[in-house]
T-cell receptor, first 112, second 115 residues
Framework: DQQVKQNSPSLSVQEGRFSILNCDYT??????FLWYKKYPAEGPTFLIS?????DKNEDGRFTVFLNKSAKHLSLHIVPSQPGDSAVYFC???????????FGQGTRLTINP | DTGVSQNPRHKITKRGQNVTFRCDPI?????LYWYRQTLGQGPEFLTY????????KSRLLSDRFSAERPKGSFSTLEIQRTEQGDSAMYLC?????????????FGDGTRLSIL
């Protein structure tokens, strides 16, 4: 039972353009959502998070949007830079449980 | 700021041997988590500690797996009688306990290869 899904295994974007990564979830109890970035041979690095009481959170070039009715969140990166090339994971949990539930990841490639 | 540290980075062993991994969390973090990641998948939760108490274990954590955090600082994850299916990246994370949600911060993992 995949509670968090990232349906696009890969995405290729031109440098300087918008990157939009998508994530869907099924568990309506989730109330905290996070995005992590992972380079090869390194652990996931925390990027940005959003609580279910908000629908948008912004940090520099990164913005996360949450649509609770659609059980959907997205990560927007603008402008995209070559260093953004990595695998991106969305994750979720509810405050009653400490474990994070991860999606399968999306490999983002930024082309010069 | 020292991040989460995991040792060793790589471990190669024969099937049936025991292995132990160590995790040193960020110093002020009182929650510590173990995850396992296989190729093409996201990390999967194994267990977590708050201080020295192990508060939750996944059903993925079979009887061959044991985790400890004896003094509420570093943690060890032991796998006994390793099997081919144990080959994976084992990730440790830590976080603060707070009044609001706190992100988990991950180490670089220990890659286990079973021959």
């Amino acid at each position: 039972d995949q509670q968090v899904k990232q349906n696009s295994p890969s995405l290729s974007v031109q440098e300087g353009r918008f990157s939009i990564l998508n994530c869907d979830y099924t568990n309506s109890m989730f109330d905290y959502f996070l995005w992590y970035k992972k380079y090869p041979a390194e652990g996931p690095t925390f990027l940005i998070s959003i609580s279910s009481i908000k629908d948008k959170n912004e940090d520099g070039r990164f913005t996360v949007f949450l649509n609770k009715s659609a059980k959907h969140l997205s990560l927007h990166i603008v402008p995209s830079q070559p260093g953004d090339s990595a695998v991106y994971f969305c994750a979720a949990n509810n405050q009653g449980a400490q474990k994070l539930v991860f999606g399968q990841g999306t490999r983002l490639t930024i082309n010069p | 700021d020292t991040g989460v540290s995991q040792n060793p980075r790589h471990k190669i062993t024969k099937r049936g041997q025991n292995v132990t991994f160590r995790c040193d969390p960020i110093s002020e973090h009182n929650r510590l988590y173990w995850y396992r990641q296989t190729l093409g998948q996201g990390p999967e939760f194994l267990t977590y500690f708050q201080n020295e108490a192990q508060l939750e274990k996944s059903r993925l954590l079979s009887d061959r797996f044991s985790a400890e955090r004896p003094k509420g600082s570093f943690s060890t994850l032991e796998i006994q009688r390793t099997e081919q299916g144990d080959s994976a990246m084992y990730l440790c994370a830590s976080s603060l306990v707070g009044t609001s949600n706190q992100p988990q911060h991950f180490g670089d993992g220990t890659r286990l290869s079973i021959l």
